[in-house]
């Protein structure tokens, strides 16, 4: 993450205060003992586990608050695609130097983790899903402070959102500003479980952050159901502003009017877009974008009869940016020439695997046009989420997107109704 936090340093927020490094730049993956590789077991003294409850209990019984033994919580288990997931009780890991557990106080239903529970994506199993989260601080570690992205040292009981995916800062794709792509990368909501149990997902009462984790401290003014796509949907949303560039008088379309899309309208109103073209099969939704800032809503089937009259057609090179967040192949095939001279297609929505889309090189070489794709973001974009949700709390309702709310105990019942009433979001509170 180095590039990054160098960058990070240097920045200064729409807010006015100064980032700085969250954590210490080395690598955190821990390793297949349970161990987080900075600190290593002496050899032929039993192995890790009892090396780290000997180390453990002789920290405990210097500062027992700061400990977490003892400690028993609730995970979620999904293990196979369309099967319930299993509720179970574990005792939570205590801390190493740089991690932090936190007590989840909400989780959204992101549409991958339905992606994941219907099969249609594949993840390592065992694993707890979840992460759009916000928790507080339960436990720190003895050693040393544990700084947010703003540099301030975290205390327990505050409030928190971090980084969907930890980094290890030293790997080469951390190293030229890329942490998102980290050969190490340690993605929340999508690891599998080990031995011991260190909850990685919001499905769960408390979540154990590791050391190359972004962590940001989003005070008390934004609700969960406002604060918790923060780190998914709105910093994806917002990586995928920073690619676009300023979109200030420019025209704007977008392919999609699901969570990525509305948040793209709200936040390319925001920035000043002249107009805001949503473009999505549901009517509903697109009823829905118009409080989020979308100036016309346009109803398009990617699948309609060639010869029924395509509504795009019309608007043909009158765009200066593109975002395309619904996947769908014939959406990105549609997007190139809907782009003006000097236009941005920003790819974001194709992340399983499709049939390859025919571009006209041509009018991508004569309209200058730039395709960029967005996968993951940087933490960086965080903060940009967080900053755009608190300065737009009262102008777009985003608290409404989350449609019901259940607690952890009835988390299937929640996974049934996010799948069959598809709403913009349901909210998990354990
Ligand atoms: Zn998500
Ligand atoms: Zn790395």
């Known amino acids: 993450m180095l590039g990054e936090m160098e960058l990070l340093a240097k920045a200064t927020t729409t807010s006015g205060f100064r980032l700085a490094v969250a954590t210490v730049a080395r690598p955190w993956r821990p390793s297949p003992d349970g161990g987080d590789g900075a600190e290593k077991p002496p050899s032929g003294d039993g192995g890790y586990n009892l090396w780290h409850r000997r180390s453990v209990r002789q920290k405990m019984a210097a500062k027992s608050e700061?400990?977490?033994?003892?400690?028993?919580?609730?995970?979620?288990?999904?293990?196979?695609?369309?099967?319930?997931?299993?509720?179970?009780?574990?005792?939570?890991?205590?801390?190493?130097?740089?991690?932090?557990?936190?007590?989840?106080?909400?989780?959204?239903i992101c549409g991958s983790d339905l992606h994941s529970i219907s099969g249609n994506r594949t993840v390592d199993v065992p694993t707890i899903l979840g992460h759009e989260i916000v928790g507080r601080v339960a436990v720190l570690p003895d050693a040393g402070p544990v700084r947010d992205l703003r540099g301030d040292p975290l205390h327990v009981g505050d409030r928190v959102t971090w980084s969907i995916a930890a980094s290890c800062g030293t790997c080469r794709n951390c190293g030229r500003g890329i942490p998102q792509k980290c050969e190490q990368l340690f993605k929340y909501g999508h690891e599998r479980l080990g031995t011991p149990i260190r909850p990685s997902g919001g499905f769960s009462d408390?979540?154990?952050?590791?050391?190359?984790?972004?962590?940001?401290?989003?005070?008390?003014?934004?609700?969960?159901?406002?604060?918790?796509?923060?780190?998914?949907?709105?910093?994806?949303?917002?990586?995928?502003?920073?690619?676009?560039?300023?979109?200030?008088?420019?025209?704007?379309?977008?392919?999609?009017?699901?969570?990525?899309?509305?948040?793209?309208?709200?936040?390319?109103?925001?920035?000043?877009a002249d107009e805001v073209v949503i473009v999505d099969p549901v009517p509903q939704r697109l009823q829905t974008a118009r409080k989020f800032g979308a100036t016309h809503g346009i109803h398009w089937m990617p699948t309609a009869e060639p010869n029924s009259g395509d509504p795009l057609a019309s608007l043909h090179g009158k765009f200066d940016v593109v975002f395309e967040l619904s996947g769908a192949v014939d959406a990105v095939e549609a997007s190139p020439q809907l782009l003006d001279i000097g236009g941005r297609l920003i790819l974001v929505g194709s992340v399983s695997p499709s049939r390859p889309v025919e571009i006209n090189p041509e009018l991508v070489v004569r309209r200058l046009i730039r395709i960029e794709g967005v996968h993951n973001y940087r933490p960086s974009d965080l903060v940009a989420a967080i900053d755009f949700l608190s300065a737009t709390r009262t102008k777009f309702p985003f608290a409404s997107l989350v449609e019901r709310t259940f607690g952890l105990a009835a988390i299937n019942e929640a996974i049934d109704f996010a799948m069959s009433d598809r709403p913009f979001r349901v909210a998990i509170t354990p």
């Open 66 to 108: 700061k400990g977490s033994d003892g400690m028993h919580g609730r995970i979620a288990v999904f293990s196979q695609p369309n099967a319930p997931l299993n509720l179970e009780t574990h005792a939570m890991p205590s801390v190493q130097t740089g991690e932090v557990l936190v007590r989840v106080t909400c989780c959204t």
């Open 206 to 272: 408390y979540c154990h952050l590791l050391r190359g984790t972004a962590i940001l401290r989003i005070g008390e003014v934004l609700s969960d159901a406002e604060a918790c796509p923060a780190n998914c949907a709105t910093a994806t949303v917002a990586a995928a502003h920073r690619i676009a560039g300023d979109v200030k008088e420019s025209r704007v379309l977008i392919f999609g009017a699901g969570m990525l899309g509305v948040t793209a309208a709200a936040m390319s109103s925001h920035f000043g």
